[in-house]
């Protein structure tokens, strides 16, 4: 199984920053890969797939980059809506593994 | 609109069975491949259970292989997850979700969830 590795678990951050999570591929996945954002009590949402596309709707302060077996999650400047927790997913093979989530909260 | 609507969570006593639904509207159900996803109370996305489009291929996490069976029944745009011998470790919102494959692939969307609490 390919194991995914989200950094880091938590972040206390403040409006207005800048943040970036990473996620680590034990092998190579090109860019079947795609970040999700987790409300409280809600299902995922799909934020950004193939490593760099924005999905339809998302604010544009989000952008994904990285192929292989880096990845990363920005958002470039927090709003309060923003303060969720993200997970990331491999697609390349089964299991489609997930990161274990980074929760962000109000500092 | 495309939508997922789980149902079927409940309590459930420790090596029982329970059927999961997963009622699908506004896209094509037939053409797509779909997903189980459980998250336990605090915890993280699990990946369990994957079927394809025309039902002939299944996957399952290692974790429910042997005692959990997805099907669907495309004339009824709706995918199942029958659970069986239960344990307490089972306990979590169910997922479903739909899988979007072009050059690349993607969960879109996911249900809103349905609970199973496994409890004597």
């Known amino acids: 199984d390919i194991q995914l590795t989200q950094s880091p678990s938590f972040l206390s951050t403040s409006v207005g920053d800048r943040v970036t999570i990473t996620c680590r591929a034990s092998?190579?996945?090109?860019?079947?890969f795609a970040w999700y954002q987790q409300q409280p009590g809600k299902a995922p949402k799909l934020l950004i797939y193939a490593a760099s596309t924005l999905q339809n709707g998302v604010p544009s302060r989000f952008s994904g980059s990285g192929s292989g077996t880096e990845f990363t999650l920005t958002i470039s400047s927090l709003q309060p809506e923003d303060f969720a927790t993200y997970y990331c997913q491999q697609l390349n093979s089964y299991p489609y593994t997930f990161g274990q989530g980074t929760k962000l909260e109000i500092k | 609109e495309v939508q997922l609507v789980e149902s079927g969570g409940g309590l459930v006593q420790p090596g029982g069975s329970l059927r999961l639904s997963c009622a699908a509207s506004g896209f094509s159900f037939v053409t797509y491949s779909m997903h189980w996803v459980r998250q336990a109370p605090g915890k993280g996305l699990e990946y369990i259970s994957t079927i394809s489009p025309n039902g002939g291929s299944t996957y399952y996490a290692d974790s429910v292989k042997g005692r959990f069976t997805i099907s669907r029944d495309n004339s009824k745009n709706t995918l199942y997850l029958q659970m069986g011998r239960l344990r307490a470790e089972d306990m979590a919102v169910y997922y479903c979700?739909?899988?979007?494959?072009?050059?690349?692939?993607?969960?879109?969307?996911w249900g809103q969830g349905t609970l199973v609490t496994v409890s004597s």
């Open positions: 092998q190579g996945i090109s860019n079947y």
């Open positions: 979700a739909r899988e979007v494959q072009l050059e690349y692939n993607w969960f879109d969307p």
